[in-house]
Nanobody, 128 residues
């Protein structure tokens, strides 16, 4: 069993920055891929960024250049540094994890239903 807990959400002005943190606990040795998804109000959940244990990363086109995902394997923690935030970045940000990178890619391409391990979500509001 893996437990994911997000922190760092909140309100920020447009153009500002925010860092989200996701701490994993439990059977973390089974986890290879971790990622962040966002769900804007009334919209589908979609991938923001993902990272595997050896550091390979992928980003959604909408956030490239503004977002950095990183991971501390020793602390079983993944971070999402977000810069130049826009009002359209307003969403609940969910941490996700999976034993395989393939499932994370599947979620990226086909939908979040391919992932089963989720945190409770961290709300982010970007004011204009």
């Amino acid at each position: 069993q893996v437990h994911l807990v997000e922190s760092g959400g909140g309100s920020v002005q447009a153009g500002g920055s925010l860092t989200l943190t996701c701490a994993a606990s439990g059977s973390v040795a089974s986890i290879d891929a971790m990622g962040w998804h966002l769900q804007p109000p009334g919209k589908e959940r979609g991938l923001v960024a993902a990272i595997v244990r050896d550091g390979i990363v992928t980003y959604a086109d909408s956030v490239k250049g503004r977002v950095t995902i990183s991971r501390d394997n020793g602390k079983n923690t993944v971070y999402l540094q977000m810069n130049s935030l826009k009002p359209e970045d307003t969403a609940v940000y969910y941490c996700a994890a999976d034993p395989t990178w393939g499932a994370m890619v599947a979620a990226f391409l086909k939908g979040y239903q391919y992932l089963e391990l989720w945190g409770q979500g961290a709300p982010v509001t970007v004011a204009s």
